[in-house]
């Protein structure tokens, strides 16, 4: 009898120790996704003809949206310089839970 409480106990600890440390590992990474990517990271993953600047046809996102309002010079590209200038896009209102 007592070894099946030790069990039991042995279990639901176990248990509410790995959901912990999976709830908490998921709040760090959507901190992390809401971070902003450098254009060092833009170029690495969208710069398909390594250039170092980058088209409208070679972003997607928001961006893509945005790119006339980023491309200052309006030369069809966005050069680091207009990226560090652009304009911060809105914010989303935060959802109330």
Do not use: C, H, W, Y
Not at 10 to 35: H, P
Not at 40 to 51: W, Y
Not at 72 to 93: C, L, M, Q, S, V
């Amino acid at each position: 009898m007592k070894s099946n409480r030790f069990k039991a106990a042995v279990l639901i600890f176990g248990s509410v120790l790995f959901f912990s440390n999976t709830a908490f590992g998921q709040s760090q990474d959507r901190q992390e996704r809401r971070k902003p990517p450098t254009f060092e990271e833009l170029i690495e993953q969208m710069d398909a003809n390594e250039d170092g600047k980058l088209s409208k046809e070679e972003i997607k996102g928001r961006l893509k949206k945005d790119f006339a309002k980023v491309d200052t010079d309006e030369d069809g590209f966005i050069t680091a310089e207009e990226f560090e200038n652009a304009p911060k896009p809105e914010r989303r209102p935060q959802r109330q839970n």
